[in-house]
């Protein structure tokens, strides 16, 4: 299987690239990706840049280029529900904006042209429970918008709109958006790494860099193992 990873920021594919046997750079319509092998699979590791631009114009990039049959998105999520702590792993079932509105006769979060809630790949869903059991795992709606959010008000917000939110991020409603129009399978495996409006979520986040062991990311490697 062809599996492509996207991750927003550096320091987060740094922590994916050890797992990959035979690396070596490729370059795709100015793209800057590591190609190599986890099990069987061929895998084509990229770096986004944050935001939704970012996300989709590389996620677009590599399903015409490459035609992976999953996109994976990976890295880290802030905590949007009293469930979530840090250092949770996350597993979406559904995406959606949180930052859209298209105006009268349409719902809070939708896009032009598609779903409010885009629906992630079922198997990774099926394997997280089946490989994860032990782990502190969160299976649930990730939503996204074009800002970090750090506010206690904020998540209200959200939640105002979205009450079953688990977790919020910039890039993987993008993402779903480019995979959805493209008929591409993908799902969303992230880390919870800060908790805004419980505390100072600023500085979680930049502490979960120092403190997060580099293990928490090996999720990703554990359902590219056991995905056929």
Known sequence: ???????????????????????????????????GKINHHDI???????GKVNAAITTYKIIRGCNP???INTGVAGGASSRTRIGDLLVADYVAYHDV????????????GLPVFIECDKDVIRLAYERLAAARLQVGLICSGDAFIDSGDEI???????????A????????????????????IVRIISDTPGEGENISQYQNFWEEAPEKTFETVKCILENIQ
């Open 1 to 35: 299987m062809k599996i492509a990873i996207i991750s927003a920021m550096e320091k987060e594919r740094r922590l994916i690239t050890p797992l990959l046997k035979d690396a070596q750079e490729l370059e795709l319509e100015g793209l800057g990706l590591l190609y």
């Open 156 to 166: 209200k917000r959200i939640r105002s709109i979205f009450p079953e939110v688990i």
């Open 69 to 71: 049959d999953l996109v």
């Open 168 to 187: 919020v991020d910039m890039e993987s409603a993008a993402i779903a958006h480019v995979c959805y129009m493209e008929k591409t399978k993908f799902n």
């Open 44 to 50: 084509y590791l990229l770096k986004s840049g944050i």
């Open 101 to 112: 509105w298209c105006g009268p006769g349409t719902q809070p979060g939708q896009a032009d």
